[in-house]
């Protein structure tokens, strides 16, 4: 396993279209987390598992964000009806649940809305 | 909102130390430092984290004041390769997500 892996890298949509994004952790990483982050910011917090089950969404997971976990593995985070405004990179970031762990990222997906 | 402080951007001559502070005066005593950095459109990347005692790995050191109300962290020899925006972040064991603020944008000069 080299680390989290998110699918794709680059995606151009157009307004009020949708989309859907992939994350892959690290196998026996049972915890998963979503941010995201625009030019010049640190990375924002939006969602996280642990398992399959979603523990916290953050108030920036607007009702048009969805993001799932099926079987504990990999994750996916839906944008409905994208806006300018969602143009951003989202990142992917897995960790076990031990104390002290510190948490992998991914590379990201860029997000362009047109 | 990040409980940390760092100042906005440094620089540093290549083959010198850089060291990095970052001030969290409202640290609570289960709370650990992690240090994070990120280059340019990449993905964050761990470096070290630690509580009281100071921390050293193969990428950098970590100095924690016995207050524990600031860090440091040390890249002994920075190369090019470490100019980056570098995130100092304290969190609570079995903390639920990790909070960044704006970080240090750390630029190597040859």
């Known amino acids: 396993d080299t680390g989290v892996s998110q699918d794709p890298r680059h995606k151009i949509t157009k307004r009020g279209q949708n989309v859907t994004f992939r994350c892959d952790p690290i196998?026996?990483?049972?915890?998963l987390y979503w941010y995201r982050q625009t030019l010049g910011q640190g990375p924002e917090f939006l969602t996280y598992?642990?398992?399959?089950?979603?523990?916290?969404k953050s108030r920036l997971l607007s009702d048009r964000f969805s993001a799932e976990r099926p079987k504990g593995s990999f994750s996916t985070l839906e944008i409905q009806r994208t806006e300018q405004g969602d143009s951003a990179m989202y990142l992917c970031?897995?960790?076990?649940?031990?104390?002290?762990?510190?948490?992998?990222f991914g590379q990201g997906t860029r997000l362009t809305v047109v | 909102d990040a409980k940390t402080t760092q100042p906005p951007s440094m620089d540093c001559a290549e083959g010198r130390a850089a060291n990095l502070p970052c001030n969290h005066s409202t640290i609570s005593g289960n709370e650990y430092v992690y240090w994070y950095r990120q280059i340019h459109s990449q993905g964050p990347q761990y470096i070290i984290h630690g509580l009281k005692n100071n921390e050293t790995n193969e990428m950098a050191s970590l100095i924690i004041t016995e207050d524990r109300k600031s860090s440091t962290l040390i890249l002994p020899h920075a190369t090019l390769r470490d100019t980056a925006v570098y995130y100092c972040i304290v969190r609570e064991p079995y903390g639920q997500n990790f909070v960044f603020g704006p970080g240090t944008r750390l630029s190597v000069l040859p």
């Open positions: 598992f642990q398992n399959e089950a979603q523990l916290e």
């Open positions: 196998s026996e990483h049972n915890r």
């Open positions: 970031a897995s960790s076990s649940t031990d104390r002290y762990t510190e948490a992998f």
